[in-house]
């Protein structure tokens, strides 16, 4: 029985956590070495695919590839990974230009050793032991954890959920203010509840669409 814990302990996955510093780590990319200070700054949008030649990875990077211009407009720069070498990441960058006709502009981390990959728990050994998952990682300038996406081998990912998810993490930074569900840019904002029993008055006589003294919205 203690055998059995111990295995299964052996495979609980360290994950980072939001609000704190996110791992610092060094790499070889597709575009030479990085460090995660590097893009201090900036915000960094890091993320994993499972490997290298395969069919919904291929139609990730696509993805990805159309959504840089967008990344780059809101200040964001771009950084892939998985456990391929950087000869097979080149090798398939190019099959993606040639086959594809698109160019992938961003750098891809060759994650041989696994270290950032381990550091970020991106691989979950329920799905693969191998194959690092799907996973997003939204960095601040600060380089604190903003937010995390996890998804299954299975499944590719929604490039429009993460710029909406940048917007709104830009948005609630700027204004100090949060996003209901399904926020999309130009859509009233959620005013953070009042603290006290007096600012819950006055809430409801300051002009925000309110349904109640703790649920306001407004225009920015």
Not at 3 to 25: D, H, M
Not at 38 to 57: N, Y
Not at 209 to 214: I, R
Request: charge should be negative; include cysteine.
């Amino acid at each position: 029985m203690e055998e059995k814990v111990a295995a299964e302990t052996k495979e609980v996955v360290s994950l980072p956590r939001l609000g704190e510093r996110a791992p610092a780590f060094e790499a070889v990319t597709t575009q030479g070495p990085v460090r995660l200070e590097d893009f201090k700054g900036s915000w960094l949008v890091l993320f994993s695919h499972p490997a290298d030649f395969t069919p919904v990875c291929t139609t990730e990077f696509m993805g990805f590839a159309e959504i840089h211009p967008e990344l780059k407009k809101r200040g964001v720069e771009l950084l892939g990974l998985s456990v391929d070498s950087v000869s097979s990441h080149i090798a398939w960058v190019r099959n993606i230009e040639e086959k594809m006709g698109v160019e992938i502009p961003f750098p891809v981390i060759a994650d041989l050793d696994k270290k950032v990959a381990t550091l970020y728990g991106m691989i979950h050994p329920g799905e693969s032991k191998t194959e690092t998952s799907r996973c997003v990682f939204v960095i601040d300038p600060e380089g604190i954890m903003r937010a995390m996406i996890y998804y299954p081998l299975t499944t590719g990912r929604n490039m429009q959920e993460i710029l909406r998810l940048i917007d709104a993490l830009q948005t609630t930074d700027k204004h100090k203010v949060a996003t209901p569900a399904n926020w999309k840019p130009g859509e009233a904002v959620i005013v953070p509840p009042p603290n006290t029993q007096e600012m819950a008055e006055e809430r409801l006589k300051e002009g925000y669409e309110c349904k109640d003294w703790y649920f306001c919205k407004k225009k920015l």
